[in-house]
């Protein structure tokens, strides 16, 4: 089952390897003892978690699927730690989904804008002051050029311009979907960096759903996760 995320995105778990009780297996291997009850084993996997010997967490893992902005999707691509296949618009037309945010994320970007200190997250020097009439605007405008861009990408196919070369005007707010996979040491570290407060809000929506699917599976570690984050 997928859970939404922004106006036309999704998480899905795909599926999962291993458990909390495999990964106190994984470490006890220097022992030879084993899982041997919450009741011991809450606090060994504590003392792990807790003292960064966080290769046992290696021994499990999941794979997703996602639908996100391409945006999202090269800022994602960062965690090499991670496996993924995306969908190609080289072999297949992509379809007219794009994100259009909304007025609120606008007016909040542009105000974090103007606040941050961080010259990749600042405005452009002596940009305008944007108030809600100007956010509404800015809606639009972004939804007339999906639809200038959409209406050249299909012109472009249409007069048989192979699909490598007709994506050229595909706006980087165009869906895309993918299947990411990665260990549970790793995906821990995706959501240390993308749950942060100063990740950019739309990859911390996915990070927030990809952390509670995994809680499902691995309530212990990410109890632990969460306590520490």
């Not at 945006?71 to 297949?92: D, G, L, P």
Request: include cysteine; hydrophobic fraction near 40%; glycine fraction near 6%.
């Amino acid at each position: 089952m997928s859970t939404p995320v922004l106006d036309h995105g999704y998480v899905n778990l795909v599926e999962t390897w291993g458990s909390d009780e495999s990964i106190v297996e994984a470490a006890r291997m220097s022992t030879g003892k084993g899982f041997q009850g919450w009741d011991k084993d809450e606090k060994f996997l504590k003392f792990l978690y807790d003292n960064k010997h966080l290769t046992p967490f290696e021994m499990a893992g999941a794979i997703f699927e996602i639908k996100a902005p391409i945006v999202i999707f090269r800022e994602w691509h960062r965690h090499r730690t991670q496996s993924y296949n995306e969908m190609s618009a080289r072999y297949v037309p992509l379809p007219d989904e794009n994100y259009v945010p909304t007025v609120e994320r606008i007016l909040d970007g542009c105000r974090k804008a103007k606040e941050s200190r961080n010259k990749q997250e600042g405005s452009v020097y002596n940009a305008l002051v944007v108030d809600e009439i100007d956010a509404i605007h800015v809606r639009d405008f972004v939804s007339d050029e999906y639809s200038r861009q959409e209406s050249a990408y299909s012109h472009l196919l249409h007069i048989g311009l192979p699909k490598e070369l007709a994506r050229l005007v595909l706006p980087v707010g165009r869906y895309s979907k993918m299947r990411a996979g990665a260990n549970l040491r790793n995906w821990l570290a995706f959501l240390t960096l993308r749950q942060a407060p100063n990740a950019q809000w739309e990859i911390r929506q996915y990070a927030n759903v990809v952390g509670d699917l995994l809680t499902e599976k691995f309530p212990k570690t990410m109890e632990l996760f969460n306590a520490n984050n």
